[in-house]
């Protein structure tokens, strides 16, 4: 998969000679953060798709979809982001998974690492934190 070089101006930031545009799927309850988190992605030229909570990431699997990169917060109703990293990777989905959340205290970063993350960043994401999860993604 070809992701092209990570370019970056005043106005717009986007991923530029893509083969494939790299899918994202957003796991958050927070309308204002799946807001802001869908506009970064796709300034960055990412097809986007959004889930309010865990249980509804984990359907989209079971149904068919597939993404290249989740982004889960932390803490949602129905199922949490720890429940729902886990389901997803007893399932055998290899995405990247990145956690995203407004807790900055290390046991709780460290527990939500544990359930299977590969990175975890506090909420919320910008330009920098979204350049180096794309370099991330291209490596894996």
């Given at each position: 998969?070809?992701?092209?070089?990570?370019?970056?101006?005043?106005?717009?930031?986007?991923i530029?000679?893509t083969?494939?545009?790299?899918?994202?799927?957003?796991?958050?309850?927070?309308?204002?953060?799946?807001?802001?988190?869908?506009?970064?992605?796709?300034?960055?030229g990412?097809?986007?798709?959004l889930?309010?909570n865990?249980?509804?990431a984990?359907?989209?699997?079971?149904?068919?979809?597939?993404?290249?990169?989740?982004?889960?917060?932390?803490?949602?109703?129905?199922?949490?982001?720890?429940?729902a990293?886990?389901?997803?990777?007893?399932?055998?989905?290899?995405?990247?998974?990145?956690?995203?959340?407004?807790?900055?205290?290390?046991?709780e970063?460290?527990?939500?690492?544990?359930?299977?993350?590969?990175?975890?960043?506090?909420?919320?994401?910008?330009?920098?934190?979204?350049?180096?999860?794309?370099?991330?993604?291209k490596?894996?």
């Amino acid at each position: 998969m070809g992701f092209g070089n990570v370019t970056s101006t005043s106005k717009t930031m986007k991923i530029i000679d893509t083969e494939k545009k790299i899918s994202v799927l957003i796991v958050e309850d927070d309308l204002l953060i799946q807001k802001i988190h869908k506009v970064m992605m796709t300034k960055f030229g990412t097809e986007v798709q959004l889930a309010a909570n865990g249980k509804e990431a984990v359907d989209l699997f079971l149904s068919g979809a597939s993404f290249d990169l989740i982004l889960t917060d932390l803490e949602m109703p129905i199922m949490d982001g720890i429940e729902a990293t886990k389901k997803l990777r007893s399932m055998g989905v290899t995405s990247m998974i990145v956690g995203v959340t407004s807790r900055n205290q290390d046991s709780e970063i460290q527990a939500f690492m544990k359930s299977g993350l590969n990175a975890c960043y506090v909420k919320p994401l910008n330009a920098e934190k979204v350049t180096v999860v794309l370099n991330e993604l291209k490596n894996i």
